[in-house]
């Protein structure tokens, strides 16, 4: 599985604190089935984005990884672009200095509060200049959460894909989350999932337990999709087409009764 969004850089966010937690965190997604993650530390107003520092931490936790004999993923480097004023004009200066792997696409993480005409404006000015953006976890979002008709609009008609978070389809975070993660899914308005990983407890960087229950809701081949070919377009920058759609949820016997 490719999982396009975790926060496995050690001290520069939220996400690893130190090299041990770098290396636990890669150590357990390779476990679990991953071969390739994107570090994707926050860009925002609490925490500066430098690109060259995140790749000689790439570096430092590969060449860590390999003395002790720690089988890890293969690492790409990104960034969680904060949609703020400073960050939206950087990166239409220099659109690549955020991108996964310097290719087109951009992880874009919304403020809890946004307009939407504004949005539409932002987002139509990255993919004006050739970016496509990725929304990041939008069923976790307030004003998507309350109008979905946001998201379909970006996916359907604004050049934009959607990645949901793992554990919001499986219900381990809010019971909101886990409806709006599986309406944006049937709707056909989400195309990748990813894990979001932070530390190796509360918010780990996993995908089995959601590749199990994907498989089970929506069958291998759909699966794989959201899992492996779909976020490995993105690390290798290949087009990845804009309507997803899942079929109808069957009905089970005991809905009849």
Not at 13 to 38: C, E, K, N, Q
Not at 43 to 61: C, K
Not at 64 to 91: G, K, M, R, V, Y
Not at 212 to 218: G, Q, T
Request: glycine fraction near 4%; charge should be negative; aromatic fraction near 6%.
């Amino acid at each position: 599985m490719v999982d396009i969004h975790s926060h496995i850089l050690y001290g520069l966010d939220d996400g690893a604190r130190t090299l041990s937690d770098s290396l636990a965190m890669l150590s357990l997604a390779a476990s679990t089935g991953t071969t390739d993650i994107v570090a994707t530390p926050h860009a925002n107003s609490s925490y500066a984005f430098d690109p060259d520092r995140n790749a000689a931490l790439r570096d430092e936790i590969l060449h860590a990884a390999d003395a002790a004999a720690t089988p890890i993923p293969s690492i790409h480097l990104a960034c969680d672009f904060h949609l703020a004023a400073i960050n939206i004009q950087e990166a239409l200066r220099d659109p690549t200095r955020f991108t996964v792997n310097r290719g087109r696409y951009l992880m874009v993480e919304f403020p809890e509060l946004f307009n939407p005409p504004a949005m539409d404006e932002v987002l139509r000015q990255l993919v004006a200049i050739g970016i496509i953006p990725v929304v990041t976890h939008p069923e976790r979002n307030p004003v998507l959460q309350k109008s979905p008709e946001i998201l379909a609009r970006w996916t359907s008609r604004g050049g934009c894909r959607a990645q949901l978070t793992a554990m919001s389809l499986t219900g381990e975070f809010s019971l909101t989350a886990r409806a709006s993660a599986w309406q944006f899914l049937r709707a056909g308005h989400a195309h990748i999932v990813a894990s979001d990983g932070h530390d190796t407890t509360h918010r780990p960087p996993r995908l089995d337990a959601v590749h199990a229950v994907l498989e089970s809701e929506i069958g291998p081949e759909l699966t794989a999709l959201l899992l492996v070919d779909h976020p490995r377009a993105v690390i290798e920058d290949r087009d990845l087409p804009m309507d997803f759609i899942l079929p109808p949820k069957p009905r089970k016997w005991y809905h009849f009764w």
